[in-house]
T-cell receptor, first 117, second 114 residues
């Protein structure tokens, strides 16, 4: 199956700093990637849709200036949490849109656990 | 608008027994699909099974099968012969119209007892 990687897997930073998370599709080209956020014991909440070569589309309530998304190539999307605060501590998961046979599906990365002190 | 509901926050099952995880949905799309994912404590999302709304038969993948009842708008996941490694969160998901976005249910935490 398709493989999606995320880096880093875990990051701890001080309040006020910016953190960049990378999402890579390793064995296929993904024109569309998605970024999700998940709090403990809760479901995944879609933050934004990242399209290669164009601006990301953010879900309602997500601050685009705080969560900067760049999809510079067909295999890489980055999420930058700017001026991170403790409330931004969460599990961030990316996915890449692809096809399993004829099924339009998403392949998920392993996630990045962000802790802001 | 699409909506997906999992009403069981937590479930327990004895090892080697079967368990059914509930999922109901609401959609206005004439054609749609339903996904089930497993999320172990490590956090990765593992794709389990997919059901297309026009598929004639219920989907099966190894020990996983879908009890798809279109009229009731339910797509319950059945895990047969539960194993200790099945202990995880399970999410049902439906695409949000076009564009590939997925809307996830609240999740069910399954615990398999030895």
């Amino acid at each position: 199956g398709a493989v999606v990687s995320q880096h880093p897997s875990r990051v701890i930073c001080k309040s006020g700093t910016s953190v960049k998370i990378e999402c890579r599709s390793l064995d296929f080209q993904a024109t569309t990637m998605f970024w999700y956020r998940q709090f403990p014991k809760q479901s995944l909440m879609l933050m934004a849709t990242s399209n290669e070569g164009s601006k990301a589309t953010y879900e309602q309530g997500v601050e685009k200036d705080k969560f900067l998304i760049n999809h510079a190539s067909l295999t890489l999307s980055t999420l930058t949490v700017t001026s991170a605060h403790p409330e931004d501590s969460s599990f961030y998961i990316c996915s890449a849109r692809g096809f399993a046979g004829l099924t339009d599906t998403q392949y998920f990365g392993p996630g990045t656990r962000l802790t802001v002190l | 608008a699409q909506k997906i509901t999992q009403t069981q926050p937590g479930m327990f099952v004895q090892e080697k027994e079967a368990v059914t995880l509930d999922c109901t949905y609401d959609t206005s799309d004439p054609s749609y699909g339903l996904f089930w994912y497993k999320q172990p404590s490590s956090g990765e999302m593992i794709f389990l099974i997919y059901q297309g709304s026009y598929d004639q038969q219920n989907a099966t993948e190894g020990r996983y099968s879908l009890n798809f009842q279109k009229a009731r708008k339910s797509a319950n996941l059945v895990i047969s012969a539960s194993q200790l490694g099945d202990s995880a969160m399970y999410f049902c998901a439906i695409p949000k119209h076009q564009g590939g976005k997925l809307i996830f249910g609240q999740g069910t935490e399954l615990s398999v007892k030895p």
